[in-house]
């Protein structure tokens, strides 16, 4: 049995959306078993009207929701051992839950799953990944908000958590792995960029296949199976990318509907519109995976409806499933014995500072 703990107060929706979710994914996944912490008078009355879910599911009162706009070192000092974020991700620590599952609030949620899970062995800071849909097929993307700027070795680590997270998604044996950067010539870019592509380069890692430089465009090709990014760039590359596909939506559905000859068009072609619309839905890919804990924390969207909560718990499903932890940890521990002279020197741990950031620039 794969056991997931559940916050079911984050998101805009709360648990109006969490709890369907849960019922459907159940349906696929006969050998889940869920957690769900929450508020009694707000999660019940929800979970009464499926009672399948109810059976494979164990709830657990909390006294606290943690709100979309609560600051992460408010959230920490007033949430710790009594909202249903922090016992979700407590859950995990305890061994009690295999994955955490989460629509609340950003920061708020890494600043207690840094503080309550720590992060592996030898990794400095942690990272979000995401799945980007592409004209190859889908790629990781990270950081996409977690850390906010990041030195050489730190996207070294990166890249090792994200060919991890690919190969348990994709079951490909050895990534393709680009760093994001200006232009794809060394000379270019960052000088934190640069040394990171040298130490990948020389490395030759086993784990990864390191393809050098991919640019902005590069992501929406698929050149690569793993880009690599700070989280200050590869979140705005995240949230321009939603946005453009919302943009596209719109004109195309102003534009079927404008004229009769138009919408004539629409009905002979409305089975290819239908796998555009599928194609450019960013709740098909929702879900961004804390990597670099000790845990597997998932944190999906928070305007993300029933469906999108769903793909977030399939993907923490999948991540336990392909026992990406200790994937992860092999490979950064091989890499760290092989490249002693590339460990980091005091890589900063302040979790709190770092995703306050993010928070701004994402309500969910």
């Keep these: 049995m794969i056991r997931i703990s559940i916050d079911a107060m984050g998101g805009d929706h709360g648990a109006g959306v969490v709890i369907p979710a849960l019922a459907a994914v159940s349906v696929r996944r006969p050998d889940i078993r869920f957690i769900i912490f929450g508020r ?214 102003a534009a079927m509907g404008r004229t009769l000859m138009a919408r004539i068009g629409y009905m002979f072609a409305r089975g290819a519109f239908r796998q555009l619309r599928e194609k450019m839905d960013v709740s098909r890919s929702n879900g961004g995976v804390f990597l670099g804990l000790n845990g597997i924390v998932v944190k999906s969207h928070g305007g993300a409806d029933s469906a999108g909560f769903s793909a977030a718990v399939e993907l923490g499903y999948d991540m336990v499933r392909n026992r990406l932890l200790e994937r992860v940890q092999a490979d950064i521990n091989l890499f760290h014995a092989n490249n002693p002279q590339d460990d980091p020197q005091d890589a900063p741990q302040n979790g709190v500072i770092q995703t306050t950031v993010v928070q701004t620039a994402e309500k969910g």
């Excluded at 906010?148 to 070294?156: E, F, P, S, T, W």
């Excluded at 393709?176 to 640069?194: A, F, H, M």
Aim: charged share 25%.
């Design 40 to 253: 009694e008078e707000v999660v019940r009355p929800e979970l009464t009207k499926f009672p399948e879910l109810a059976r494979v599911s164990e709830f657990v009162h909390c006294d606290v929701a943690i709100q979309m706009d609560d600051k992460p070192s408010q959230a920490l000092r007033h949430g710790r051992g009594t909202s249903s974020m922090w016992n979700a991700i407590e859950a995990v620590k305890n061994g009690e839950a295999d994955a955490c599952i989460s629509a609340g609030n950003t920061g708020a949620l890494m600043a207690m799953a840094k503080f309550c899970l720590r992060s592996m062995a030898n990794v400095g800071r942690p990272a979000i990944a995401a799945i980007w849909p592409n004209l190859r097929s889908e790629s990781v993307v990270l950081d996409v908000g977690a850390t906010i700027g990041a030195d050489a070795r730190q996207l070294v680590d990166f890249a090792m958590l994200g060919a991890g997270m690919a190969r348990a998604l994709f079951g490909i044996e050895r990534p393709s792995v680009g760093l994001l950067n200006v232009g794809v010539e060394e000379i270019k870019g960052q000088e934190d960029v640069k040394e990171a592509g040298r130490i990948l380069r020389e490395a030759e890692l086993s784990s990864l296949d390191y393809r050098g430089f991919v640019e902005g465009d590069d992501i929406g090709k698929g050149t690569v199976d793993v880009v690599v990014t700070e989280g200050f760039s590869g979140n705005i590359a995240l949230k321009t990318a939603e946005g453009t596909a919302r943009q596209i939506a719109g004109y195309l559905k």
